[in-house]
């Protein structure tokens, strides 16, 4: 059984950081790829930033330079380094074992301006 956890989310203001964690169980990361998603009140669920088994990071245009996705191989766990944080980045943030089914329940991120 695969399971996700996310964890990190929480209140900051504008400007500021926050790192959310992603642990995975039932699956090894460094053989998968993985991705960060976000929903926002009201908003569809929408993509992040993917990294690839091969460890190859990709962003969408309104994280880059921003965000930094990584993972650490002997933790199992996926990272979503997230720096000068803006109102807008408000969301439900969600793991995703990429290309199946397999999702976190979500960490909340709400950042105050």
């Known amino acids: 059984q695969v399971q996700l956890v996310e964890s990190g989310g929480g209140l900051v203001q504008a400007g500021g950081s926050l790192r959310l964690s992603c642990a995975v169980f039932?699956?090894?990361?460094?053989?998968?790829?993985m991705g960060w998603y976000r929903q926002a009140p009201g908003k569809q669920r929408e993509l992040v930033a993917t990294?690839?088994?091969?460890?190859?990071?990709n962003y969408v245009d309104f994280v880059k330079g921003r965000f930094t996705i990584s993972r650490d191989n002997a933790k199992n766990t996926v990272y979503l380094q997230m720096n000068s944080l803006k109102p807008e980045d408000t969301a439900v943030y969600y793991c995703?074992?990429?290309?199946?089914?397999?999702w976190g329940k979500g960490t909340l991120v709400t950042v105050s301006s």
């Open positions: 990294i690839t088994s091969g460890g190859s990071a």
């Open positions: 995703n074992l990429e290309y199946t089914s397999y």
């Open positions: 039932g699956s090894i990361v460094s053989r998968n790829a």
